[in-house]
């Protein structure tokens, strides 16, 4: 199997860890989540990393885990939502896989988030904020992304759209 990495890309609760999950399941190949790698390699969580030593600090090990991904051989990787806007990110992905992102509704999104622990920065922003995040990342994942699928049917329609395309490719 070649080395190309499927990286799944997109704002938070947009569906990267769920679909990349059965994609990687439908495709029987390796699966990776970068946020779970980064927790298991630090042994810290997301939320305790933000609070003991901020962003910009989750950032730095959100890209040394970018550059482990781009090492592993081929599979599934979801990323998470800040991941794509960072060009130092972009890059490293773009060399070693295709980008897919994936786009889901705002509303459904902010009922995801909005109560969610495990997501930091959503649990800071209202959702006047959230929104303008939600729409201001568009524009940096479209820089990247090879392609851009909506997720706002089931997670097995957005697995087959996926498939159809890695088909085509
Ligand atoms: N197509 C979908 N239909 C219904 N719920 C979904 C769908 N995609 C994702 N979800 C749900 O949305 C939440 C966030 O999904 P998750 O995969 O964690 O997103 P991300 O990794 O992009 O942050 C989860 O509770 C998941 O079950
Ligand atoms: O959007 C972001 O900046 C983040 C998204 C999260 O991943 P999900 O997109 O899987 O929620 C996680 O990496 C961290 O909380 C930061
Ligand atoms: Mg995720």
Known sequence: MSDKKIY????MASGKTTVGKALSKKLNIDYVDTDELLV????LGIPAIFEKYGEDYFRDLEYDIAKKTANMKGGVVSTGGGMLTFDRNGEVLQKSGII??????????YREIKSDKNRPLA?????DELKEMYESRILKYQKYADYIVGNDGSVDDCVKKIMSIIDES
């Open 8 to 11: 799944l890309c997109g704002f």
């Open 40 to 43: 298991e390699t630090y042994g």
């Open 100 to 109: 897919i992102c994936l786009v889901r509704d705002f509303d459904s999104i």
């Open 123 to 127: 649990q800071t922003k209202t959702k």
